[in-house]
């Protein structure tokens, strides 16, 4: 499966954005997935993941209640809603498809995409 990310960008702290994650070659339903995100220096962090079917969601403490991940599976396609942004979520997302459901260890997914940079201004 090949996945593309979008819909990152500049926004200040407290702002919101929707970065989205289209899927493509091969049935997006069989796969869980994840929204990880890595900032300059650091290692990849997970952030989020959804059930095939999208009826179990998981999420890294530093985000919950803040970002919500959600899937459309007739459009093939991931969606992170990101509410009351900090600068320190400034880093680049990316989408992961594979793995086991709620798997938080980038190892664990088959595919990535190319990522989506976010910023966050203070």
């Known amino acids: 499966v090949q996945l593309r990310a979008s819909g990152g960008g500049l926004v200040q702290a407290g702002g919101s954005l929707r970065p989205s994650c289209a899927a493509s070659?091969?049935?997006?339903?069989?796969?869980?997935m994840g929204w990880f995100r890595q900032a300059p220096g650091k290692e990849r962090e997970f952030v989020t993941s959804i059930s095939r079917s999208g009826d179990s969601t998981y999420y890294a403490d530093s985000v919950k209640g803040r970002f919500t991940i959600s899937r459309d599976n007739a459009k093939s396609t991931l969606y992170l809603q990101t509410n009351s942004l900090k600068p320190e979520d400034t880093a680049v997302y990316l989408c992961a498809a594979g793995g086991t459901v709620g798997a938080r260890v980038p190892a664990d997914y088959d595919f990535w995409g190319q990522g989506t940079q976010v910023t966050v201004s203070s």
């Open positions: 070659g091969r049935t997006f339903t069989i796969y869980d």
